[in-house]
Every structure is written in C-alpha cells, then in structure tokens.
C-alpha cells in the first residue's frame, strides 16, 4: 500500500547521473596525473600544460587515445611504452560501490530509466563501462565522446532529454560539479549536488525515492 501512495505521489521517471566524482573516481585527474608524472619520471608541468591542450578535444571525441597520449606524453622518445602508460591510467579508475547500489536499488524500486550524462574520453568510458558493469543498469550513456557535446554546454542536457523522452520535470539528477548543477537546473531538471553518499540518500528520499522499505534516507 506504501508503495501505491509513494507511485502516485512521485513524478520521478529518470535519473540522469554523472560518472565521474559520482558512481567511479574521475577517470583521469589532476591527482591521477601527479601520480603518473612521479611513477614514469616526466615533468608534472608540462605533462599538465600538454593535457589541458588536448584533453578536452580527447572527451569531445575528436581525437583518439594513442592521438592525446603522442601529444601529452609521447611528444619525445620515453623509457617506458605506451601500452604501460595506457594500463596506469585505466588503473586509476576506482568504484564508489555504495553508489553503484543505491542507483542499482533505486532503479529496481521505483522502475526508473537511468541515463548517464558524462564528460568521458573514449577508451576510458569503455574500459570503465565494461570494468564495472555499468551497462548492467544504466539504460543510455549521453556521453561526451559519442555526442560530441561536453558539460558546461546546456545542448547535452537537451539531448539527454531526448533521448530520454521524458520531460525536465520528471528527472532528477544527480552532478558532483556545482556549475553542471546551476545549467540542469535552468532547464528544470532537479538537481542533487552530490558531495557524500549519506547527503545524497537524504536529499533523494526528500524528492520521494527511498530505496529501500521504511528507509528514512
């Protein structure tokens, strides 16, 4: 009977969610590459200088992993290969299994569509797609190598939605990054700036998705 009433009353039919910061770590950050400039011996502030260069054409899709790596790191002959840098960095992808279980319960409980809406590079989203399993829950991945549009841009967003098909107000999502929050926000998406997983169950029970019977938070 709790049930019924919980059905009525929720409007949630989607949750759009962030991968990185959100379900795994971030695929390739700025601790991640500290930790690579000490492991292969190579210049933390060109190494960062060449990656903000190439990265973000990286996650538009535009260039390919062996692309970003000849320009960020394999600019100048090095001691170690490619395929040892290519494993170090996929290493760095690490579960927020808590939150993997709560997204996989809530989407069971209340039968929602789950979308991912991500900046990811190519070969990482693959790898951590299939490492993980994320396809076993996630119904659509809005990602930006395969769209071609990156977060701080609305238009993903938009795409999202349709993709979807359900309308803004019907979506809650779910972004560790304040702006991305502010931009879903302004097109009447729900938002949860996620900063724990305690705060994070809170608010969503607060927007009426509990996942679990008698569950407060």
């Known amino acids: 009977m709790k049930d019924q009433i919980m059905k009525k ?3 949630t039919t989607c949750l759009f969610l962030d991968i990185g910061g959100v379900l795994l770590t971030d695929g390739w950050a700025h601790e991640s590459r500290a930790l690579a400039a000490k492991a292969f011996d190579l210049n933390p502030e060109d190494l960062e200088s060449r990656h903000h260069q190439a ?18 790191v394999f600019h100048q002959k090095r001691s170690f290969t490619r395929a040892q840098f290519r494993r170090f960095m996929f290493a760095q992808s690490k579960p927020y299994q808590e939150m ?11 039968r929602l569509k789950i979308i991912v809406v991500s900046n990811e590079a190519r070969e990482l989203n693959a790898y951590r797609i299939r490492k993980f399993k994320l396809d076993s829950f996630v119904d659509c991945f809005v990602s930006s190598c395969f769209v071609h549009l990156r977060k701080p841009d609305a238009d993903i967003f938009r795409l999202a939605l349709d993709i979807a098909q359900v ?17 879903a926000e302004g097109l009447g998406i729900r938002s949860i700036l996620h900063t724990d997983f305690r705060s994070t169950v809170a608010k969503l029970a607060s927007l009426g998705l509990r996942h679990s019977e008698g569950s407060h938070q």
Do not use: C, S
């Open 9 to 11: 009353t929720n409007t």
């Open 55 to 72: 990265f973000d054409t990286y996650e538009d899709g535009k260039l390919t992993l062996e692309d970003y790596l000849n320009r960020a």
């Open 100 to 110: 993997i279980d709560l997204v996989t319960r809530l989407k069971a409980r209340h």
């Open 167 to 183: 309308p803004a107000r019907h979506v809650v999502y779910i972004e560790n990054t304040p702006m991305f929050v502010q931009i």
